[in-house]
């Protein structure tokens, strides 16, 4: 069965400090994967999605993430934490574009002033 | 503005009394779902539709019952809720299948069973 593990389920960093909220997922073939944010109190949003164009994947409000097949990983990173940054980064994946998505369970960001 | 729209969005309930949230889209998406977040836990899937007429189980669909009659509309119901149904809902949906397509999530409904 598809799985993903997310490393940390807290991560807390100074303002202006690399983000990197790390994303490991179960199998070898080929996934879809994402990293959505949840800010307080609001629904997920979609933050980027590995589409296999290219390895390195831009999103939103600075964040990036790099698949690396060898290490089944997908970790998201920002150069900069911004105040703005806090809140919860899930990372989400599948193997088929019919099967439901499956979520890691979070990892909560704190960026400290 | 293309939205999934969840109702209500605060509920305390007693255990027993049946209640239903409800869950729209105006983006004419095929595929909708269900998901409880607890804390700890991250999102786990409780029912999911691919299309009108057609749903099927998540990971925790013990307890839950949903249709889809209208595209549109994807309905939660807890036929007899419990405490340990007490969590934050949310309802997404997407083009086709979630796998490869981007999910759009409602604001979430936190409901209390005691």
């Known amino acids: 069965a598809q799985s993903v593990t997310q490393l940390g389920s807290h991560v807390s960093v100074s303002e202006g400090a690399l983000v990197l909220l790390r994303c490991n997922y179960s199998?070898?073939?080929?996934?879809?994967l994402f990293w959505y944010v949840q800010y307080p109190n609001q629904g997920l949003q979609l933050l980027l999605k590995y589409t296999s164009a290219a390895t390195l994947v831009k999103g939103i409000n600075g964040f990036e993430a790099e698949f690396k097949k060898s290490e089944t990983s997908f970790h998201l990173t920002k150069p900069s934490a911004h105040m703005s940054d806090a809140a919860e980064y899930f990372c989400?994946?599948?193997?088929?574009?019919?099967?439901?998505?499956?979520f890691g369970k979070g990892t909560r960001l704190s960026v400290i002033a | 503005e293309a939205q999934v729209t969840q109702n209500p969005r605060y509920l305390i309930t007693v255990t027993g009394k049946k209640l239903t949230v409800t869950c729209s889209q105006n983006?004419?998406?095929?595929?909708m779902s269900w998901y409880r977040q607890d804390p700890g836990l991250g999102l786990r899937q409780i029912y999911y539709s691919m299309n009108v007429e057609v749903t099927d189980k998540g990971d925790v669909p013990e307890g839950y019952k949903v249709s889809r009659k209208e595209k549109r509309n994807f309905p939660l119901i807890l036929e007899s809720p419990s405490p340990n149904q007490t969590s934050l809902y949310f309802c997404?949906?997407?083009?086709?299948?979630?796998?490869?397509?981007?999910?759009?999530f409602g604001a979430g409904s936190r409901l209390t069973v005691l």
């Open positions: 983006m004419n998406h095929e595929y």
């Open positions: 199998s070898s073939v080929p996934p879809y």
């Open positions: 989400a994946v599948s193997y088929s574009g019919n099967t439901p998505l499956v």
């Open positions: 997404a949906s997407s083009t086709r299948g979630a796998g490869a397509n981007v999910l759009t």
